[in-house]
């Protein structure tokens, strides 16, 4: 069977099984930082609703989630601002990966190694639909974004800029 016949079981994956959270997989041909355009192209969907795991610390470098649009960016500034921290910078590649477990390009916010506060832009919450990280390179699983709110406590936050 080749990874295209069949999705990884994953600790996202066994983490929304847990929770009883209905989910559809999606495999792709990772593309090295080919990002959410390279994914939504081969999957066929908006980029827009395809979600960003973003692994960020605060200046005393606690660190936190922020999901954000594909084709959005975010703003670190407007986030810092509204945690009330002084400011808020991506972790390097090593330090994210030891925070959640899963390697960069892979990152999903369910299963995650540590329990990390979690913020989801709030637009993404109004889609009907979004795929997300199913924890692993080339793999996405297309949930409702309430299981964000409902399973993870993830705080909306307004802090997307264009792309």
């Known amino acids: 069977m080749t990874r295209k016949d069949h999705a990884p079981e994953t600790p996202a994956t066994s983490f929304l099984r847990h929770k009883g959270a209905a989910f559809t997989e999606h495999l792709y041909s990772y593309v090295e ?22 692994v960020m610390q605060d200046q005393d470098a606690k660190p936190l989630i922020i999901l954000m649009h594909g084709d959005r960016q975010v703003s670190l500034k407007n986030l810092a601002r509204q945690l009330g921290a002084k400011r808020v910078e991506p972790c390097k590649p090593e330090v994210a990966q030891r925070h959640t477990g899963y390697q960069v390009g892979g990152t999903s916010p369910f299963g995650t190694r540590k329990s990390l506060p979690i913020y989801v832009e709030r637009t993404i919450l109004e889609l009907p639909a979004i795929y997300i990280n199913g924890g692993n390179r080339g793999f996405l699983v297309r949930i409702s974004p309430q299981f964000l709110v409902d399973l993870l406590d993830a705080h909306s936050v307004d802090c997307a800029a264009a792309e």
């Open 33 to 54: 930082h080919g990002g959410t355009n390279e994914s939504s192209k081969q999957l066929g969907v908006d980029e827009h609703a395809v979600v960003k795991t973003l």
